[in-house]
C-alpha cells in the first residue's frame, strides 16, 4: 500500500478536466479554443503522473503494486481497489500518451463540438486507464463497459458518412459479448465468495466449472480483440470514426481482451485455458492468414490498416497461449508495438485526409516529391509494421513465433505467413501512396507535416524505435509476472494430471 494513491490520480484526473471543460464559458470559438487547450494540458498533467508510476515500479516482484483499497458496497464485499503489476503496468503510459497525441491530432480536423469531443475523449481516458489499474471484479466490469459509451458517441457524432450504422454495430457486437462475462462474473462471486482479483487469480475454480466460465470470458474478450470470425465491427468502426477515434480504438481498446485473456482466463481458468489452446490456435492462424489477403484487396487505407489490425492481433492471441515465457512476453510487447504503430498509421492516413479528403489509394501518388518528412514518418511506421529488425513490431512477433515453435512447429510456420502477407499489403499501400509520378488532381500544391503534426509523429517514431533496438526495459518489467503467470498454469498442469491418474 502507497500513501500517496497515484493511480486514482491518474485515473480520475481527466474526468475532473472533463468536468472543468463543462464549465467553459464564452462565445464559440473562445470555448473551443479553450476546451482544446484544457484537454491538452490535462491530458500532459496525467501522462506525467503516469511515468511516475514507472519509475517507482519494482520489477523484482510479481505483486501488485500502489495498492489502494476502501469499502464500495460491503454488504456484497465490493471494494474499490486499484493495483498494477507487471503486465498491466505498461498500458498506462501507453494510454496516456495516446490520449495526448489524439488531443493534438483533433486541434483542427474537429471544428464542431469540440467542447463535447474533448470530455468525451478525457471521459474515456479514465475509463481505460481505471480499466488496466482494477483489482476489483465488478469495478473492472464498469471500468470495461464504461469506454463503449464515449467510443459510441465519437464515431457517432463525429463519424463518416455510414457513422450511426457503425456506432451501433460497434456498441452491440462488444455488449453481447460482455454480457456473458457478467454471468460468469456472478458465478465467480458465488463460487469463491469474493470479488478480489488477486484472490481470484489464485482460487482453485472447479474444472468442470472453468470450461464455462472461460468461454464466457472468452466471449467479451474475443470481440474486444477482434477474433475471426467475431471481428467485422472493425472496419467499419474504424472507417467511419474520426482519426483520433482510430487511434485510440487501435491504440488501447482492442487490447482489452488480450489484457483480459491475460488476467483472467490464464490465472484463474488454467486448465480450460489449456484443454482450449488448440481452439484459439486455429482462431488465430485463421485470422492472421485471412484478414492479411483481405487485408491485400483493399483499396481504402483506413480499411486496410484496420484488417492488418485484426491479422497483427492474431499474433497476440497465438503467443498468449502458448503459456511459455517467449510466447507470453511477444504476445505483450506485441500489444504495446500494435498501439503505437496502429495508431501511428491511422494517424498517417488522417494527415493526408485532412488536405484531400479522400481515403482511396488510387487518389494519390509520389507524395515524396511534395512531402518528405511525410514519407519518412510513414516509412518508418510500415516498416515496423511489417516487423524490421529493430522496430518494436520485430521484437514482439520473433518472441510470439519462438514461443509457439515450441509447443506447435505447424502453427508457428503458418502464423509466420502472416509475416510476408503484412510485408506484401504494407509495401503495396507504401508504393501506391508515396512512390511514382505527382500526376492526381490537387496533389501539385499539398503541404508537407506541420510542427504540429510532427510533434505528434516525433514520440512513436522514438518509442517505435527504442522498443525495438533496446526492449530490456520493457521485458524486465513483465518478466516476473509473467513467470508467476507461468508458474500458476504448470501448478494447475500437475494438478489435473494427478487427479486423472487417480
Given at each position: 500500500m502507497t500513501t500517496f494513491p497515484i493511480l486514482s490520480v491518474t485515473t480520475f484526473l481527466p474526468l475532473v478536466g472533463a468536468a472543468f471543460i463543462l464549465l467553459i464559458r464564452g462565445t464559440p470559438e473562445e470555448v473551443a479554443r479553450n476546451a482544446r487547450w484544457t484537454a491538452l494540458w490535462v491530458s500532459l498533467i496525467t501522462c506525467v503522473v503516469s511515468l511516475f508510476i514507472w519509475f517507482g515500479f519494482d520489477s523484482r516482484t510479481p505483486d501488485f503494486q500502489y495498492q489502494e483499497e476502501a469499502q464500495w458496497i460491503a454488504d456484497f464485499g465490493i471494494t474499490y481497489r486499484l493495483g498494477v503489476d507487471g503486465i498491466s503496468m505498461l498500458f498506462i503510459p501507453l494510454t496516456t500518451l495516446l490520449t495526448i497525441i489524439c488531443v493534438l491530432a483533433s486541434w483542427e480536423s474537429i471544428t464542431e463540438r469540440v467542447r463535447e469531443y474533448m470530455v468525451a475523449f478525457l471521459a474515456m481516458e479514465t475509463m481505460m486507464v481505471g480499466m488496466f489499474s482494477a483489482l476489483d471484479l465488478f469495478l473492472f466490469y464498469i471500468f470495461f463497459e464504461g469506454t463503449l459509451i464515449p467510443m459510441f458517441l465519437i464515431i457517432g457524432i463525429w463519424g463518416g458518412p455510414r457513422r450511426v450504422y457503425s456506432a451501433f454495430k460497434?456498441?452491440?457486437?462488444?455488449?453481447?459479448?460482455?454480457?456473458?462475462?457478467?454471468?460468469?462474473?456472478?458465478?465467480?462471486?458465488?463460487?469463491?465468495?469474493?470479488?478480489?482479483?488477486?484472490?481470484?487469480?489464485?482460487?482453485?475454480?472447479?474444472?468442470?466449472?472453468?470450461?464455462?466460465?472461460?468461454?464466457?470470458?472468452?466471449?467479451?474478450?474475443?470481440?474486444?480483440?477482434?477474433?475471426?470470425?467475431?471481428?467485422?465491427?472493425?472496419?467499419?468502426?474504424?472507417?467511419?470514426?474520426?482519426?483520433?477515434?482510430?487511434?485510440?480504438?487501435?491504440?488501447?481498446?482492442?487490447?482489452?481482451?488480450?489484457?483480459g485473456f491475460l488476467r483472467f482466463s490464464l490465472p484463474m481458468f488454467p486448465v480450460a485455458s489449456i484443454e482450449l489452446a488448440p481452439f484459439v490456435f486455429g482462431l488465430s492462424i485463421i485470422a492472421v492468414i485471412y484478414t492479411s489477403l483481405v487485408a491485400l484487396a483493399q483499396e481504402d487505407m483506413k480499411k486496410l490498416i484496420a484488417y492488418s489490425s485484426v491479422a497483427h492481433m492474431g499474433f497476440v492471441t497465438a503467443g498468449t497461449f502458448t503459456f511459455t515465457p517467449q510466447g507470453l512476453q511477444g504476445a505483450i510487447v506485441q500489444m504495446l508495438s500494435h498501439g503505437l504503430v496502429s495508431a501511428a498509421l491511422f494517424l498517417i492516413v488522417g494527415v493526408v485526409y485532412d488536405?484531400?479528403?479522400?481515403?482511396?489509394?488510387?487518389?494519390?501518388?509520389?507524395?515524396?516529391?511534395?512531402?518528405?518528412?511525410?514519407?519518412?514518418?510513414?516509412?518508418?511506421?510500415?516498416?515496423?509494421?511489417?516487423?524490421?529488425?529493430?522496430?518494436?513490431?520485430?521484437?514482439?512477433?520473433?518472441?510470439?513465433?519462438?514461443?509457439?515453435?515450441?509447443?506447435?512447429?505447424?502453427?508457428?510456420?503458418?502464423?509466420?505467413?502472416?509475416?510476408?502477407?503484412?510485408?506484401?499489403?504494407?509495401?503495396?499501400?507504401?508504393?501506391?501512396?508515396?512512390?511514382?509520378?505527382?500526376?492526381?488532381?490537387?496533389?501539385?500544391?499539398?503541404?508537407?507535416?506541420?510542427?504540429?503534426?510532427?510533434?505528434?509523429?516525433?514520440?512513436?517514431?522514438?518509442?517505435?524505435?527504442?522498443?525495438?533496438?533496446?526492449?530490456?526495459?520493457?521485458?524486465?518489467?513483465?518478466?516476473?509476472?509473467?513467470?508467476?503467470?507461468?508458474?500458476?498454469?504448470?501448478?494447475?498442469?500437475?494438478?489435473?494430471?494427478?487427479?486423472?491418474?487417480?
Amino acid at each position: 500500500m502507497t500513501t500517496f494513491p497515484i493511480l486514482s490520480v491518474t485515473t480520475f484526473l481527466p474526468l475532473v478536466g472533463a468536468a472543468f471543460i463543462l464549465l467553459i464559458r464564452g462565445t464559440p470559438e473562445e470555448v473551443a479554443r479553450n476546451a482544446r487547450w484544457t484537454a491538452l494540458w490535462v491530458s500532459l498533467i496525467t501522462c506525467v503522473v503516469s511515468l511516475f508510476i514507472w519509475f517507482g515500479f519494482d520489477s523484482r516482484t510479481p505483486d501488485f503494486q500502489y495498492q489502494e483499497e476502501a469499502q464500495w458496497i460491503a454488504d456484497f464485499g465490493i471494494t474499490y481497489r486499484l493495483g498494477v503489476d507487471g503486465i498491466s503496468m505498461l498500458f498506462i503510459p501507453l494510454t496516456t500518451l495516446l490520449t495526448i497525441i489524439c488531443v493534438l491530432a483533433s486541434w483542427e480536423s474537429i471544428t464542431e463540438r469540440v467542447r463535447e469531443y474533448m470530455v468525451a475523449f478525457l471521459a474515456m481516458e479514465t475509463m481505460m486507464v481505471g480499466m488496466f489499474s482494477a483489482l476489483d471484479l465488478f469495478l473492472f466490469y464498469i471500468f470495461f463497459e464504461g469506454t463503449l459509451i464515449p467510443m459510441f458517441l465519437i464515431i457517432g457524432i463525429w463519424g463518416g458518412p455510414r457513422r450511426v450504422y457503425s456506432a451501433f454495430k460497434f456498441f452491440l457486437y462488444t455488449l453481447a459479448g460482455s454480457v456473458l462475462m457478467l454471468l460468469a462474473m456472478l458465478a465467480i462471486y458465488s463460487e469463491a465468495g469474493t470479488t478480489s482479483i488477486p484472490v481470484l487469480m489464485t482460487h482453485r475454480f472447479p474444472e468442470s466449472m472453468q470450461t464455462w466460465l472461460w468461454i464466457a470470458f472468452f466471449a467479451s474478450f474475443a470481440v474486444k480483440v477482434p477474433m475471426w470470425p467475431v471481428h467485422t465491427w472493425l472496419p467499419d468502426a474504424h472507417v467511419e470514426a474520426p482519426t483520433a477515434g482510430s487511434v485510440i480504438l487501435a491504440g488501447v481498446l482492442l487490447k482489452f481482451g488480450g489484457y483480459g485473456f491475460l488476467r483472467f482466463s490464464l490465472p484463474m481458468f488454467p486448465v480450460a485455458s489449456i484443454e482450449l489452446a488448440p481452439f484459439v490456435f486455429g482462431l488465430s492462424i485463421i485470422a492472421v492468414i485471412y484478414t492479411s489477403l483481405v487485408a491485400l484487396a483493399q483499396e481504402d487505407m483506413k480499411k486496410l490498416i484496420a484488417y492488418s489490425s485484426v491479422a497483427h492481433m492474431g499474433f497476440v492471441t497465438a503467443g498468449t497461449f502458448t503459456f511459455t515465457p517467449q510466447g507470453l512476453q511477444g504476445a505483450i510487447v506485441q500489444m504495446l508495438s500494435h498501439g503505437l504503430v496502429s495508431a501511428a498509421l491511422f494517424l498517417i492516413v488522417g494527415v493526408v485526409y485532412d488536405r484531400m479528403h479522400s481515403r482511396l489509394i488510387d487518389s494519390y501518388g509520389g507524395l515524396v516529391s511534395r512531402m518528405p518528412a511525410y514519407a519518412i514518418a510513414f516509412m518508418v511506421f510500415m516498416l515496423a509494421s511489417v516487423g524490421l529488425p529493430g522496430t518494436s513490431g520485430f521484437v514482439g512477433e520473433i518472441l510470439v513465433l519462438v514461443g509457439l515453435y515450441q509447443v506447435s512447429p505447424v502453427a508457428a510456420a503458418l502464423v509466420a505467413t502472416g509475416v510476408v502477407l503484412g510485408a506484401a499489403y504494407m509495401l503495396y499501400l507504401y508504393r501506391r501512396i508515396v512512390f511514382g509520378k505527382l500526376t492526381k488532381d490537387g496533389l501539385a500544391k499539398i503541404l508537407d507535416l506541420s510542427p504540429r503534426e510532427i510533434a505528434v509523429f516525433a514520440p512513436l517514431i522514438l518509442l517505435v524505435l527504442w522498443i525495438g533496438i533496446y526492449p530490456a526495459p520493457v521485458l524486465d518489467v513483465m518478466h516476473a509476472s509473467v513467470e508467476n503467470l507461468i508458474s500458476q498454469i504448470d501448478a494447475a498442469r500437475g494438478s489435473a494430471l494427478a487427479m486423472a491418474g487417480r
